[in-house]
C-alpha cells in the first residue's frame, strides 16, 4: 500500500470515528431549547468523546506523545476503544516507557485488537521494549482478515481496513516485526511485535 493510498485511508477513518460522537453533539443542540437538561448531557458525551478519539489518533500520529509507561497507555485508551465495550488490560506491562515509535505501534495494535471484539470484551498488552503481545478475549474474538492479508504481504485498502497497514508501517518504523503466534484452541491467536531480526528469523523456522 502505498503512502498517498494509506493517508486517504486514514484521514477517512480518522472522520468516520469522530463523526458519531460529532453527530450527537449536533443533535443535542438542536434538543437544546426543547430538553436543556438532557441536551447538556449529551452534548458532554459527544464533546468527550471526540475529545479522547482525538488525543489517541494524535498519540498514534506521534504528535504530542513521546515514550509511554503503563500508565499512559491506558489513559490514552481509556474509554476509546469500540464507544466503551472494549476495555484495554495493561497489566502485563512494566511501568518502565516504551520508546515513542514502539507505543505508537502498541497504540495501533490494541485499537485493531478493539475490531477483533465485535461483542465486545478486552485486549490484552504485555510485555516489554524488547517484545510484545497483544491478543483480544471475548465472545467472537477473531482478529479481522486485514491483518492477515496484510501480514502475508496482500494488498490491503480502504478506510474500514486501513489499521492493519498502518500497524505494519508503525512496526517498521519502531524495528519491530509483526506476527501472528500460535493460539489456543478456541482464542484469537496472540499478535507479537518482535524485534525484525528475531521476527525473520521465527518466520524461517
Known sequence: MNVLSLAQDLSARIC???GGPLGALSGALDLAE???????????????????????????????????GRSGLAELLDGTLSSGRVVADLSGLPETPLPAPL???ALA???????????????????EASGLAIWPEGRNAAWPYCLTAALAGDEV?????????????????????????????????????????????????
Open 103 to 105: 507505543a505508537q505501534a
Open 34 to 68: 426543547v430538553e436543556p437538561v438532557e441536551a447538556l448531557s449529551v452534548a458532554r458525551d459527544g464533546a468527550t468523546a471526540m475529545r479522547l478519539r482525538l488525543r489517541l489518533w494524535r498519540a498514534v500520529a506521534g504528535a504530542g506523545a513521546g515514550p509511554l
Open 16 to 18: 468516520h470515528d469522530i
Open 109 to 127: 495494535a490494541v485499537m485493531l485488537g478493539s475490531e477483533a471484539l465485535p461483542r465486545g470484551g478486552t485486549v490484552y498488552l504485555a510485555g
Open 157 to 205: 485498502s480502504g478506510p474500514r481496513d486501513v489499521m492493519a497497514p498502518l500497524l505494519l508501517h508503525l512496526a517498521a518504523a519502531a524495528g519491530m516485526g509483526p506476527a501472528l503466534a500460535m493460539g489456543r484452541d478456541g482464542a484469537a491467536a496472540p499478535l507479537t511485535l518482535m524485534p525484525q531480526a528475531v521476527a525473520a528469523e521465527a518466520s524461517r523456522r
